[in-house]
């Protein structure tokens, strides 16, 4: 949280921001924008911004398990799929796991690192049976499980960059390394200059760098329509993919 002087007080405002990745590969920011509140009417407002600028043909969103951000998703990005941030999945379990993380750290490392969705399912959890020996209480705590925090859905390995926010929390470290300097913004505009300033520069670094997602990774992931099928009939072409 930010804090913004508005109206002779000082309040909390929050700096909501989105990285993608283009049909060349590369990462880029693809908006900011300043909310009094993180919740459901901030991010659908966000999204609704982002798709009148001209964003489409979204494949995939990475981002935590935020309700209002999941909601606004499908209900702005039609056709986008929604996937759940390994990094903030990781930080979730471990909030109710604490004693036992290392072990709960394995068993997922173990899910993630497998190709394909069908190739994690036999590594996954089982829940108890009757006349099975449990595994001892101090390493899968009764508060822990899968009933819970439930292990999401692992999908194909050619997705599988997009799945961790890691960038995006870095370049988020780095807003908040610049904004602590000035700790109280005289307005939202000062807020939205500098972190505008940040995010140029990393846009420009990214797009100057190196690609994010091969040339051939994408080759894979790209459905071209077939002209012969109706427009009902026709896919859609799958460009990853936006982070939040």
């Given at each position: ?46 999204f609704r911004d ?121 370049l988020n470290r ?71």
């Amino acid at each position: 949280m930010l804090k913004v002087r508005d109206g002779g007080r000082v309040v909390g405002v929050h700096a909501l921001v989105a990285t993608g990745v283009n049909a060349d590969g590369h990462r880029e920011i693809l908006g900011l924008q300043v909310s009094s509140a993180e919740d459901g009417a901030g991010w659908l407002g966000f999204f609704r911004d982002l798709s009148a600028r001209g964003l489409t043909s979204v494949a995939l969103v990475t981002s935590d398990a935020h309700n209002g951000l999941v909601a606004a998703v499908g209900a702005t990005l039609p056709g986008a799929g929604w996937q759940r941030c390994c990094t903030h999945y990781a930080a979730n379990l471990m909030a109710v796991t604490p004693a036992s993380w290392p072990w709960v750290r394995a068993l997922l490392h173990s899910v993630y690192d497998q190709p394909n969705a069908a190739c994690a399912r036999p590594v996954r959890p089982r829940p108890r049976r009757p006349g099975r020996e449990n595994p001892p209480r101090r390493r899968a705590p009764r508060r822990c499980p899968r009933r819970r925090a439930r292990l999401h859905r692992v999908p194909e390995g050619d997705l599988a960059p997009d799945l961790v926010e890691q960038p995006q929390e870095r370049l988020n470290r780095e807003i908040r390394r610049r904004t602590d300097v000035v700790g109280i913004f005289p307005d939202r505009d000062a807020l939205t200059r500098l972190v505008g300033a940040v995010l140029a520069e990393q846009h420009d670094e990214w797009i100057e760098g190196r690609r994010y997602l091969g040339l051939d990774v994408l080759a894979r992931i790209t459905v071209v329509p077939d002209p012969t099928t109706t427009t009902e009939e026709a896919p859609t072409t799958n460009i990853p993919a936006l982070s939040a």
